[in-house]
């Protein structure tokens, strides 16, 4: 069983699409599961609303219908939550809350901060809601996060990739996903070259002492970037070593919202082939 995870939140965002189906809220109830945790779903919907003084009242009605459908569809998704949790014995609150993009931002991220983990499904677009999310609990919520992209619907944390260039960043990231370190069968500890100067960092070889004395078996490896792309090479890798998750600290480079991931993190958030583990 994981240890020291006992409080899991998923986010799920209804924005239309009856159809969508989260990987983030079956992976998180998985994990949940394997870590005897409880669970928050917080399956909300964006409220839409009309801001024109002059917007006749037909226009009012049809916006007042989708929010009662995004709203119905946000509740059908909670309660669906709290079954398949008691299905596997799982303590779950699940909240479906409407709220418009600011408020649901800033509630999310304050619900984050008294749980120990929180799961969101992948948006590889960047305007998009559940993007804003992923950004806001990153960069406010002092809590790791793990981003799920569609497909992956079972936890599994055998085999974990972790990314390190000797940085805070990164030390936070590892330091964060211990819990699932110690029970991997494999971590390797990847270091890529040809972006920055890791000569001053401490080494992967450095860190590995550390890791063992936590009852971590690990390999480190130092490879040069792909045609520059760090973000590639990782993903290469993680398909070499058959990764289940990558592991990762967060960049931001700018407070602006559309500017602020640094590039290897925007790159991996557009395209992971495994879900990615979090901190900033």
Request: proline residues 4%; charged residues 20%.
């Amino acid at each position: 069983m994981l240890q020291n995870i006992h409080s899991i939140l998923i986010g799920v965002t209804e924005e239309g699409d009856a159809e969508e189906r989260s990987s983030a809220l079956a992976y998180g109830l998985s994990l949940a599961k394997e870590a005897g945790a409880h669970v928050t779903v917080q399956a909300a919907s964006l409220k839409l609303t009309l801001t024109h003084a002059f917007i006749s009242n037909i226009a009012e009605e049809l916006v007042a219908a989708e929010n009662r459908r995004l709203d119905a569809l946000a509740h059908a998704a909670a309660d669906a939550s709290r079954q398949v949790a008691a299905a596997s014995g799982l303590a779950c609150t699940a909240q479906a809350p409407q709220l418009a993009y600011p408020d649901l931002v800033k509630s999310f991220t304050a619900l984050a901060r008294a749980h120990d983990l929180t799961v969101l499904d992948a948006e590889p677009i960047s305007l998009a809601v559940d993007r804003g999310l992923i950004e806001a609990v990153l960069t406010d919520s002092g809590r790791p996060l793990i981003v799920v992209p569609q497909g992956h619907e079972v936890f599994a944390g055998d085999r974990i990739l972790v990314a390190w260039d000797g940085s805070a960043k990164a030390a936070r990231a590892l330091n964060d996903v211990l819990p699932l370190l110690r029970e991997a069968s494999h971590v390797e500890l990847v270091s890529v070259t040809g972006e920055k100067d890791l000569a001053p960092a401490v080494s992967g070889a450095d860190l590995a002492p550390h890791l063992t004395r936590h009852g971590i078996k690990v390999g480190e490896l130092t490879l040069p970037a792909l045609d520059g792309d760090v973000a590639e090479t990782l993903r290469h890798h993680a398909g070499l070593i058959r990764a289940d998750m990558i592991v990762m600290g967060a960049y931001v480079h700018s407070r602006l919202r559309q500017m602020m991931l640094g590039g290897t993190t925007r790159s991996l958030l557009k395209n992971c082939p495994v879900p990615l583990f979090l901190s900033y």
